[in-house]
């Protein structure tokens, strides 16, 4: 693995384990301790998404003011060199 895709693997396990316990918590929404593991995921989460973002490029399309098109400045997914190589 890639340390890219190593890095994604991290975001996309705290941001599943953030939805699940989002859904638990529909239906205990008096679970402090759910809650606060929740809160603790979403915290680990923001500074590997700004890693990922600073490395690789947004996850997200996002407007910022000062360029509200800056996502869409390359590398596309299919243009990262080290990608060239994985056959689909």
Sequence with gaps: MTEREILLKKISTYQFAVFD????????PNDKKTLEKMYEYKNAVKPLIKEYEEKYGPLTK???????????????????????????
């Design 21 to 28: 316990l989002q859904l638990f918590l529909d239906t205990h």
């Design 62 to 88: 996002s407007m910022t003011s000062s360029n509200n098109w800056s996502w869409i400045m390359g590398p596309w997914p299919w243009e990262n060199e080290e990608d060239n190589d994985v056959c689909l």
